[in-house]
T-cell receptor, first 114, second 112 residues
Framework: DAGVIQSPRHEVTEMGQEVTLRCKPI?????LFWYRQTMMRGLELLIY????????DSGMPEDRFSAKMPNASFSTLKIQPSEPRDSAVYFC????????????FGNGTRLTVT | QKEVEQDPGPLSVPEGAIVSLNCTYS??????FMWYRQYSRKGPELLMY????GNKEDGRFTAQVDKSSKYISLFIRDSQPSDSATYLC????????????FGQGTELSVKP
């Protein structure tokens, strides 16, 4: 299995631009999570889906952030408009079921907003 | 106050040393405790998982949970340069939904 696949690996954009991050979870995993990692705040949960349905989006910082999961094999995290303080590494993770199966992370998208 | 506190380090030790990494937490509802290892420019990967209090050993790694003190530890014996990474503790009150709260991570460097 290729693991959780995220694209792009790096994104550099100017303030005000729209940014879309993409994630393909591991096949068969029915829970998907978006995390953001910064030096100051560490790894923070933004939103998670179960069976393609958003369950908890309390970590989404502002209305500028939105996430979708149109099907079991694809999710997007969109930031519009982007701001310099959104610069971070964004991780997608997936897991099988709702029990103690481990969370599998992708290698992240490093976003820089200038 | 953060729910989970972890010293970010960096921590530098010689090869072969015993490493002790720690986290404290404030939410007494946490029942599930994990340690993740994150290599540079990679996503975190699960290293150890413990439910409730007690010890768990896996090779050179031992995880300890003391719920009465709200304190968890990860020990690495005979540390190797390949152990150089950032170690993040994570915890959850319930695995239903899987909402994990992470510590900030401790950067470890093992020198040959």
């Amino acid at each position: 299995d290729a693991g959780v696949i995220q694209s792009p690996r790096h994104e550099v954009t100017e303030m005000g631009q729209e940014v879309t991050l993409r994630c393909k979870p591991i096949s068969g995993h029915n829970s998907l999570f978006w995390y953001r990692q910064t030096m100051m705040r560490g790894l923070e949960l933004l939103i998670y889906f179960n069976n393609n349905v958003p369950i908890d989006d309390s970590g989404m910082p502002e209305d500028r952030f939105s996430a979708k999961m149109p099907n079991a094999s694809f999710s997007t995290l969109k930031i519009q408009p982007s701001e310099p303080r959104d610069s971070a590494v964004y991780f997608c993770a997936s897991k099988e079921g709702q029990g103690d199966s481990p969370l599998h992370f992708g290698n992240g998208t490093r976003l820089t907003v200038t | 106050q953060k729910e989970v506190e972890q010293d970010p380090g960096p921590l530098s030790v010689p090869e072969g040393a015993i490493v002790s990494l720690n986290c404290t937490y404030s939410n007494s509802a946490f029942q599930y405790f994990m340690w993740y290892r994150q290599y540079s420019r990679k996503g975190p990967e699960l290293l150890m998982y413990t439910y409730s209090s007690g010890n768990k050993e896996d090779g050179r790694f031992t995880a300890q949970v003391d719920k009465s003190s709200k304190y968890i530890s990860l020990f690495i014996r005979d540390s190797q340069p390949s152990d150089s990474a950032t170690y993040l503790c994570a915890m959850s009150a319930s695995l239903q939904g899987g909402k994990l709260i992470f510590g900030q991570g401790t950067e470890l460097s093992v020198k040959p």
